[in-house]
């Protein structure tokens, strides 16, 4: 038996942040724990699962080379050997590192991403990371049931609405 220190194997923990109402915060939330958790020194990947109005490169002031719709395409040729993490964009700030996995910029793009392939790439992360964030969309989609299913965490952001319902 080796006496030499081994790697420990990661298989991160995947956070969703989900809500059926939309402009609750998620998109914000999402990217304030990407940062508190690399602040930390954890290994994390932001991926932006909100396919048609993701914001998180917005939020962050990213400019995406390659998208979940690029990392779908390389998938559908290369299989199993496509590597998920040369699809990240990565981010820095005072210190500050983490990546992320970028929505879709076409609408077009949006409407032809597969459950499938975005679970694929979850889990293509998961060995790469501590946690993988997912920012999702304000809907129950396959997608979206899809990665709540795949979640070690789902995180339900939630507003109370306080005008009363007059019925007459």
């Known amino acids: 038996m080796s006496t030499e220190s081994r790697p420990t194997p990661v298989n991160g923990i995947v956070i969703t942040f989900f809500s ?3 402009a609750v915060g998620k998109t914000l939330v999402a990217c304030n ?3 508190e958790l690399a602040r930390e020194g954890y290994r994390v990947c ?15 002031k990213l400019q995406p080379e390659k998208t979940l719709a690029d990392l779908q395409r390389t998938m559908q040729v290369e299989g199993d050997s496509c590597r998920a993490e040369d699809f990240l964009t990565p981010y820095e700030r005072e210190g500050v590192h983490f990546d992320v996995l970028a929505a879709p910029k076409l609408l077009e793009e949006a409407y032809n991403i597969h459950h499938e392939y975005a679970v694929r790439a979850v889990r ?5 990371y501590d946690y993988i964030l997912v920012d999702m969309a304000s809907m ?3 997608l979206n049931l899809a990665m ?7 995180t339900f952001l939630g507003i109370v609405d306080f005008l009363p319902t007059i019925k007459t």
């Open 140 to 142: 129950f989609s396959t």
């Open 124 to 128: 293509n992360l998961q060995p790469h």
């Open 20 to 22: 059926t109402a939309s």
């Open 33 to 35: 724990m990407a940062s």
């Open 46 to 60: 932001l991926a932006d699962f909100d396919l048609q109005f993701g914001d998180v490169c917005h939020f962050l």
């Open 148 to 154: 709540l299913d795949l979640s070690t965490i789902v």
